[in-house]
T-cell receptor
Framework: QKEVEQNSGPLSVPEGAIASLNCTYS??????FFWYRQYSGKSPELIMF????GDKEDGRFTAQLNKASQYVSLLIRDSQPSDSATYLC??????????????FGQGTRLTINP | GAGVSQTPSNKVTEKGKYVELRCDPISGHTALYWYRQSLGQGPEFLIY????????DSGLPNDRFFAVRPEGSVSTLKIQRTERGDSAVYLC??????????????FGEGSRLTVL
């Protein structure tokens, strides 16, 4: 089992609709969760992070965390063509001695259709 | 510069050759990471430096891979006897880190390595 799992997609969503991206993780000690966006040929950039169970909203983006189910999601409202990218879920466990690393999922490729 | 700088941006080499990839992090960032990203995959952790020392090198795939950060700033990833399977984009990232880890990594544009 991979530490962080995402559906690789591609996920195709019409412009203006809600895009829903999902991620599950295996390490129950994980405490911090991140969504990075990566445009084709570019490096990843952080768009959201969440530490607590529940929802966190930032503009058109909402991150949702359920630690009991080991599940984190990202919702993008009013999707725009510029949202077309690969979305990477990343997880951090600060407790493991010396393991100061983010573990990434394989990413979900999202396409917003005009 | 303001961001993480990686050189070269592209490197084509032959199987068995030695390769060095350089990373210049954001000024003042004490933490530096190397990741490797293959096509269609997420970044795969290789090694993490806090200052000059490698705090976690558990992701290095074998002893052909080595990284240094002698003065706590610029880092070099060294790959000996390259193999075709080493072909990937090598991403460097830095973060201010210190005593509080936020998880936000600032990535460079990567070095694309192709081993023929």
């Amino acid at each position: 089992q991979k530490e962080v799992e995402q559906n690789s997609g591609p996920l195709s969503v019409p412009e203006g609709a809600i895009a829903s991206l999902n991620c599950t993780y295996s390490d129950r000690g994980s405490q911090s969760f991140f969504w990075y966006r990566q445009y084709s040929g570019k490096s990843p950039e952080l768009i959201m992070f969440i530490y607590s169970n529940g929802d966190k909203e930032d503009g058109r983006f909402t991150a949702q965390l359920n630690k009991a189910s080991q599940y984190v999601s990202l919702l993008i409202r009013d999707s725009q063509p510029s949202d077309s990218a690969t979305y990477l879920c990343a997880v951090f466990n600060p407790i493991i001695q010396g393991a100061q690393k983010l573990v990434f999922g394989q990413g979900t490729r999202l396409t917003i259709n005009p | 510069g303001a961001g993480v700088s990686q050189t070269p941006s592209n490197k084509v080499t032959e199987k068995g050759k030695y390769v060095e990839l350089r990373c210049d992090p954001i000024s003042g960032h004490t933490a530096l990471y190397w990741y490797r990203q293959s096509l269609g995959q997420g970044p795969e952790f290789l090694i993490y430096f806090q200052g000059t020392g490698a705090a976690d090198d558990s992701g290095l795939p074998n002893d052909r891979f080595f990284a240094v950060r002698p003065e706590g700033s610029v880092s070099t990833l060294k790959i000996q006897r390259t193999e075709r399977g080493d072909s990937a984009v090598y991403l460097c990232a830095s973060s201010p880190s210190g005593t509080r880890y936020t998880g936000e990594l600032f990535f460079g544009e990567g070095s694309r390595l192709t081993v023929l």
